[in-house]
């Protein structure tokens, strides 16, 4: 802990220059008017309602903590640790270095998350760099979660976690299919859930609802034929009322008075 705790000193002193001058430059601000707090610990968070799962800030501490400690020892590749309000701990890093904080938290002795549960991406097309890459692993040895994030853009690859977790083979296929994002060292990369020669990326926001192509069977040829999408107009008539306002054009009895009350 003694040649721990310079380390994580050092990785806070750089992140916090770093984040003044990124908000220096688009807002004026008095510097002598923050105030300064610790950023070693992180501000326990009770609830006085009896409804609200609680939080287990010592918990929360040992997790930020160990963010920390992959921020001090990655410094060149992680750029920010945070916490999220379901308490996991989550660890932005640099596109270049996704597979050396992989490798760090998949083999050193004080992480040892050796299973990926799940990977995906998030579409958004106003950044600069549109897609956000998110690894969930779990530490088997410790009983913790965390996640990884990065971005990249359409052409820019990421290194494959397949050598660290072999169950990251079909989400990465799956995230190639669904946005486009390319994964290099992957031994496999090629569509899983699209039909062969599909066009384009579904889960990206660009996507139109309806394709580019459709499928259908035709008897004269006995077999399946792929034709562009053709739309007619009126199928364009959409309802966007709730269904009880147009359920009335279905039902005949919808909009029959109610009979009068018996007399008594």
Not at 35 to 62: A, F, G, M
Not at 121 to 135: G, H, K, L, M, W
Not at 147 to 171: C, F, I, M, Q
Not at 191 to 220: N, S
Request: net charge negative; proline share 6%; with cysteine.
């Amino acid at each position: 802990m003694n040649t721990l705790f310079p380390k994580i000193c050092k990785f806070l002193r750089t992140y916090d220059i770093n984040l003044t001058r990124r908000f220096h430059r688009s807002f004026n601000f008095n510097q002598d008017s923050v105030e300064k707090v610790n950023q070693l610990t992180l501000e326990p968070i009770e609830y006085e309602s009896c409804t609200l799962r609680r939080h287990d800030n010592d918990r929360r501490q040992t997790l930020y903590e160990f963010g920390l400690y992959v921020g001090a020892c990655l410094p060149k590749f992680v750029q920010k640790i945070q916490m999220q309000h379901t308490d996991e701990l989550e660890i932005l890093v640099a596109p270049e270095g996704l597979f050396p904080v992989l490798s760090f938290m998949c083999y050193h002795q004080n992480a040892c998350f050796n299973q990926c549960s799940s990977a995906t991406a998030i579409d958004v097309p106003s950044r600069t760099y549109r897609f956000e890459v998110v690894y969930d692993i779990l530490s088997l040895r410790f009983g913790e979660r965390a996640r990884v994030k990065t971005y990249t853009d359409e052409v820019t690859p990421l290194h494959s976690a397949y050598d660290l977790w072999n169950g990251v083979n079909w989400y990465e296929r799956e995230i190639y299919d669904m946005f486009g994002i390319i994964f290099t060292h992957h031994p496999d990369l090629r569509r899983i859930l699209t039909d062969y020669g599909f066009k384009g990326h579904p889960l990206r926001k660009d996507f139109p609802l309806v394709g580019y192509t459709e499928v259908r069977y035709d008897d004269g040829l006995k077999k399946l034929v792929y034709e562009p999408v053709e739309f007619a107009q009126e199928m364009r008539s959409y309802q966007l009322e709730s269904p009880w306002n147009y359920y009335k054009n279905f039902d005949e009895d919808y909009s029959t008075p109610p009979p009068p009350p018996k007399k008594k």
